[in-house]
């Protein structure tokens, strides 16, 4: 099916550098490979992820100097361009969307998409901006086209924060399954841990911060320690990596554990681990965890909210353990480390796979084109 005459657009405040960001990229991508025409429009041009724009990809810098500032000049480029569509990314960038159509007259379908378990994700937030999230969901949501959200756990979650009918909301699992994902997998890597006859290496990637929450993978990491040889390897920026750092020389692992900050290409490194772990306290759908399965690794999670359960099918696909529970995780590890490895699972994941999510986004568009 073509779509060459459909102008796509997309909206993020900045490029940061997490799953969120990315799997938007496979998203724009799948929509090129269908024909359309594709905007990546940002408050302020900047962040890791940037660079993986591919060229193809318009990329529209508003230059806004605050995020609030973006709202005017996001509605001059809707009243200008005039896309079918603009599907904006995250707090607060679904907000500024909402309010810049509203200042223009324009027919295009504005659609909010959740990346997270909000519920969750509030209750732990101390930033005190973050905290005006539902009285803004309650008042600008119910003017928005159109809202995804990437797991039943995040839509269950947003119904009970805006107050909207489960049924307002559509549930698209993220596109993180892209072709590109086999060949970055691929690459060659000289890391002394990923080399023969070293120990089995245990890998945990996302962001360093508290949702994460990574002391409690590296406290199980200790426990296996005990008793197998092993390394850990956790890839990812942010601001707990020296208190991460301290924590691991307060336990006695820091020889073992390597926190290699961000890495531009992760995937040799999943690739060549013995495990994936994921010991988050809380998700919306967590991308890392199925691109580890779709690189064949072994996986385990917490099954926290939301995501987890959903991916491994309640356990069928990888091993959960409860949330904070560091031996739990430690005994999976364990079994993990001692057994053989997983059955196919490719078609149990091609609905994460970019063109899945691509085909149920360019229908929910045609939907509510149909419907203004």
């Given at each position: 099916?073509?779509?060459?005459s459909t102008t796509i657009s997309?909206f ?15 998203l724009a991508n ?7 025409k ?6 302020k ?6 660079k993986?724009?591919p060229?193809?990809?318009?990329v529209?810098?508003?230059?806004a ?8 000049k996001?509605?001059?480029?809707l ?13 607060f ?5 909402i309010?810049?159509?509203?200042l223009?007259k324009?027919?295009t379908v504005v659609?909010?998409?959740e990346?997270n378990?909000l ?6 937030n ?7 999230i539902p009285?803004t969901i309650r ?11 990437v ?5 269950a979650?947003?119904a009970?924060i805006?107050g909207l009918?489960?049924?307002?909301i559509t549930t698209?699992?993220n596109p993180?399954?892209a072709?590109d ?7 060659d890597?000289?890391?002394p841990?990923?080399?023969?006859e070293e120990p089995p290496?245990?890998?945990g990637?996302g962001?360093l ?5 990574f002391?409690t ?8 320690r ?6 850990l390897?956790?890839?990812g920026?942010?601001?707990?990596l020296?208190?991460?750092k301290?924590?691991t020389?307060e336990?006695g692992?820091?020889e073992d554990?390597?926190?290699m ?16 772990t994921l010991?988050s306290?809380?998700?919306?759908l967590?991308?890392?965890l199925?691109e580890a399965?779709a690189?064949?690794k072994p996986v385990?999670s917490t099954d926290?909210p939301?995501?987890p359960?959903e991916?491994l099918?309640?356990?069928k696909?990888?091993?959960l ?13 364990g079994?993990?480390?001692e057994?053989q490895p ?7 994941l091609?609905q994460f ?8 986004y ?5 939907t509510?084109?149909?419907?203004a």
């Amino acid at each position: 099916m073509s779509h060459q005459s459909t102008t796509i657009s997309f909206f993020l405040i900045y490029f940061g550098g997490g799953g969120a960001e990315r799997v938007l990229i496979n998203l724009a991508n799948g929509l090129v490979k269908s024909g359309c025409k594709v905007d990546f429009v940002v408050g302020k041009a900047w962040g890791p992820h940037l660079k993986k724009i591919p060229p193809e990809i318009s990329v529209v810098d508003l230059n806004a100097s605050r995020s609030l500032a973006s709202i005017w000049k996001l509605a001059q480029y809707l009243k200008n361009k005039q896309p079918q569509a603009l599907i904006a990314g995250m707090h607060f960038a679904n907000e500024i969307a909402i309010l810049a159509k509203r200042l223009v007259k324009t027919d295009t379908v504005v659609i909010a998409t959740e990346h997270n378990t909000l519920t969750h994700s509030l209750k732990h937030n101390k930033n005190r901006k973050k905290r005006i999230i539902p009285f803004t969901i309650r008042l600008l949501y119910p003017w928005v086209d159109g809202i995804v959200a990437v797991s039943q756990g995040a839509t269950a979650s947003l119904a009970e924060i805006s107050g909207l009918h489960p049924k307002a909301i559509t549930t698209i699992y993220n596109p993180v399954i892209a072709p590109d994902l086999f060949a970055k997998a691929n690459a060659d890597l000289d890391h002394p841990w990923f080399q023969p006859e070293e120990p089995p290496v245990i890998i945990g990637v996302g962001k360093l911060e508290p949702q994460k929450d990574f002391p409690t993978l590296i406290r199980a990491f200790a426990m296996v320690r005990q008793r197998i040889a092993c390394r850990l390897v956790i890839l990812g920026w942010g601001p707990d990596l020296e208190k991460l750092k301290e924590f691991t020389a307060e336990i006695g692992v820091q020889e073992d554990v390597n926190l290699m900050g961000y890495v531009d290409n992760p995937y040799p490194y999943m690739a060549h681990a013995k495990v994936f772990t994921l010991s988050s306290a809380w998700e919306g759908l967590p991308t890392v965890l199925i691109e580890a399965l779709a690189l064949g690794k072994p996986v385990i999670s917490t099954d926290c909210p939301s995501g987890p359960r959903e991916i491994l099918q309640g356990g069928k696909y990888g091993k959960l353990t409860p949330v904070g529970d560091a031996a739990a995780l430690a005994t999976a590890i364990g079994e993990v480390l001692e057994q053989q490895p997983q059955g196919d699972v490719s078609k149990w994941l091609h609905q994460f796979s970019s063109e899945a999510a691509t085909m149920k986004y360019l229908n929910l568009i045609n939907t509510l084109k149909a419907a203004a």
